[in-house]
């Protein structure tokens, strides 16, 4: 069964060093999700990607975060200058509506926690 | 806006007996709403998913759900508990109508379920 895969399962940093996330969704899929959960919290939404571009995108996203599909198959989410609270587990999502579909169901990867010191 | 509210944020049960995991939304249209499970160090996992098809889903695992439009709940439901269930459980409502539709995932402040011997 096709799944999302994320690499590394953690990673530990310092303050101010950049990251980047790697992701690759599942194949034919064409929406992809970040989202993040700090240790105790909620998950919560960190931005989407269509057709190569942002369509949507939270007040966390701020400037210190981007997305790039440098291919046709990673996803990755980079963070120039990590802050402590940063640290969090990000997991990846992917979609591939159906046309006139009422919903999106999308698939999860199984994270990448972050720990910056 | 889109929101949910779960109403306990730790559920604990004995092994064999009933499972309520209580989820209320907020919508100002016919929502989707999904439950994840997240176990321990793993990813999120879809357990079901209601999509103005019929209101009660079932869903993995014999886990149900709910559908009620005139209390704007989506309580998750299991006959009965196995050791196996205990984990963090997320009731989402996805945001198909947001500002540029990407249906992006809005959480719930997650349940832990805790299951005893």
């Known amino acids: 069964e096709p799944e999302v895969t994320q690499t590394p399962s953690h990673q530990v940093t310092q303050m101010g060093q950049e990251v980047i996330l790697r992701c690759v969704p599942i194949s034919n899929h064409l929406y992809f999700y970040w989202y993040r959960q700090i240790l105790g919290q909620k998950v919560e939404f960190l931005v989407s990607f269509y057709n190569n571009e942002i369509s949507e995108k939270s007040e966390i996203f701020d400037d210190q975060f981007s997305v790039e599909r440098p291919d046709g198959s990673n996803f990755t989410l980079k963070i120039r200058s990590t802050k402590l609270e940063d640290s969090a587990m990000y997991f990846c999502a992917s979609s591939a509506p159906l046309p006139g579909a009422s919903y999106n169901e999308q698939f999860f990867g199984p994270g990448t926690r972050l720990t910056v010191l | 806006a889109q929101s949910v509210t779960q109403l306990d944020s730790h559920v604990s049960v004995s092994e064999g007996t009933p499972v309520l995991l209580r989820c209320n939304y907020s919508?100002?249209?016919?929502?989707?709403l999904f439950w994840y499970v997240q176990h321990p160090n793993k990813g999120l996992q879809l357990l079901l998913k209601y999509t103005s098809a019929a209101t009660l889903v079932k869903g993995i695992n014999g886990f149900e759900a709910e559908f009620k439009k005139s209390e704007t709940s989506f309580h998750l439901t299991k006959p009965s508990a196995h050791m196996s269930d205990a984990a963090e459980y997320f009731c989402?409502?996805?945001?198909?109508?947001?500002?540029?539709?990407?249906?992006?995932?809005?959480f719930g402040q997650g349940t832990t379920l805790q299951v005893k011997p």
């Open positions: 989402v409502v996805s945001d198909i109508f947001g500002s540029s539709n990407t249906g992006k995932l809005i």
């Open positions: 919508s100002s249209y016919s929502p989707s």
